[in-house]
């Protein structure tokens, strides 16, 4: 039997715009991570596939997919969240064998801080979780314990708890979206970029237009992240969210005495979440953000795209408290967006009132590594109305979510035969 060969590594050359009037099987509007899976898996169904994505690059700065790097985790308070990640990772491992991209850098990964925290998940109830579905873990019940084991840490409040899971990763986004741009091109898919789009036919064959010309296709799938309510503007459909311009920077870290862990502290506080990366984008310099924002919009032309300075001065004045070795000044500072829905969960779901239409948004920060699963789901949505997948939980025509429509919304997905 021959063996598979794997794709070329090299840099694919920017594809030329196809005549307008063009039909394809499926369109995609978006080339955030997702929306490049998507493309991906959709090319390997043998879908004739349009990407259009209205940045100059795939997953740029201006929006949520950009920078280097991502935290890969299965540690979830919810069941569904778990279990959604351990099938990610397997899908990872088949994009990783198939183009020798090493994408997740596996370590551990430490959650600590004060163990009733809710904002963005209960540790105690993420215990439960990981021992309920056999997931190895560590659980320290004070703080003496994690301060011993891992020596960059200098202080940690004597009432946190610590769990750590060890096969949790780093996921080198750059080298991701790189993977899936390249075999969504190898698969066939024609990816476009300085192409903000519209579209300007809801119904099948779907039309959509942007500088090249006008497309159709029978599949539409939309990724528009923070500029969802736009993109949903012709189908009379408006949802809940909110784009949080986050604010990330690099500090220089001793690395020569100390070893830095992937880490996220779970203070009382949403001000006090903060999270941070071992020094692999640069040698000496540890990457860390904190989990929550002071700048809140609902337009992203609203963004203003500068760090904010009191965030940066928070993150460094943190760090000289917790951790050995690490200097306040914050080098490289940068951007991105979150799109927030009312109650944080993510939106993957049917686009109410338009067969063979998908939609992703919400990522909230947590989506990208589901890359694969989602891009797949959204696929099987799109071409077949189902996936075998568990999304109820981030259905569209939950509470709240969507607040202008002329549409009658659908039934709950629970209810709609063939959809589980």
Excluded at 28 to 41: C, D, E, K, L, R
Excluded at 283 to 292: E, G, R, T
Excluded at 365 to 373: E, V
């Amino acid at each position: 039997m021959a063996n598979n060969p794997k794709p070329k590594q090299q840099p694919r050359k920017p594809a030329a715009p196809p005549p307008s009037g063009t039909n394809f099987d499926m369109i995609i509007i978006g080339g955030g991570t997702i929306g490049v899976s998507a493309a991906y898996y959709a090319a390997a169904r043998g879908l004739n596939t349009l990407l259009l994505e209205q940045f100059g690059g795939l997953a740029g700065p201006q929006a949520s997919s950009g920078g280097r790097s991502r935290m890969f985790r299965i540690m979830y308070s919810k069941s569904y969240m778990a279990q959604l990640a351990e099938a990610t990772l397997a899908m990872w491992k088949e994009i990783e064998t198939v183009t020798g991209f090493e994408i997740l850098q596996t370590q551990p990964l430490i959650f600590y801080g004060d163990v009733e925290n809710t904002v963005e998940g209960n540790l105690a109830a993420m215990l439960t979780v990981l021992n309920n579905l056999g997931i190895p873990n560590a659980w320290y019940p004070d703080a003496s314990l994690l301060l011993q084991e891992y020596p960059a840490f200098q202080t940690i409040p004597a009432n946190y708890v610590s769990l750590i899971q060890q096969n949790s990763a780093s996921i080198r986004a750059d080298l991701s979206v790189r993977a899936f741009d390249m075999l969504a091109y190898q698969a066939g898919a024609t990816l476009l970029t300085n192409q903000p789009a519209s579209v300007t036919s809801i119904s099948p064959p779907y039309q959509v237009t942007c500088p090249a010309g006008t497309y159709s296709a029978k599949y539409l799938v939309l990724c528009p992240g923070a500029w969802t309510n736009s993109i949903l503007q012709p189908f009379s459909l408006q949802l809940d969210l909110h784009i949080w311009q986050m604010t990330v920077a690099y500090f220089a870290a001793d690395t020569t005495n100390y070893t830095y862990p992937l880490w996220y502290e779970f203070g009382p506080t949403p001000q006090q979440l903060f999270y941070g990366f071992p020094p692999s984008e640069y040698p000496d310099a540890i990457k860390v953000s904190l989990d929550s924002t002071n700048n809140i919009y609902t337009d992203p032309s609203q963004c203003t795209y500068q760090p904010d300075p009191n965030i940066l001065s928070s993150i460094g004045n943190f760090l000289q408290q917790r951790f050995n070795g690490v200097q306040a000044t914050p080098q490289n500072p940068s951007t991105c967006l979150y799109t927030m829905s009312h109650d944080g969960e993510m939106i993957l779901d049917l686009v109410p009132g338009s067969p063979n239409a998908a939609i992703f948004t919400g990522g909230s920060g947590r989506a990208f590594k589901f890359t694969p699963l989602f891009g797949r789901i959204l696929v099987d949505l799109a071409t077949t109305g189902k996936t075998y997948y568990d999304i109820d939980p981030f259905s569209i025509n939950r509470p709240g979510i969507i607040v202008g429509t002329n549409l009658t919304p659908p039934p709950p997905r629970s209810t709609r035969p063939g959809l589980i």
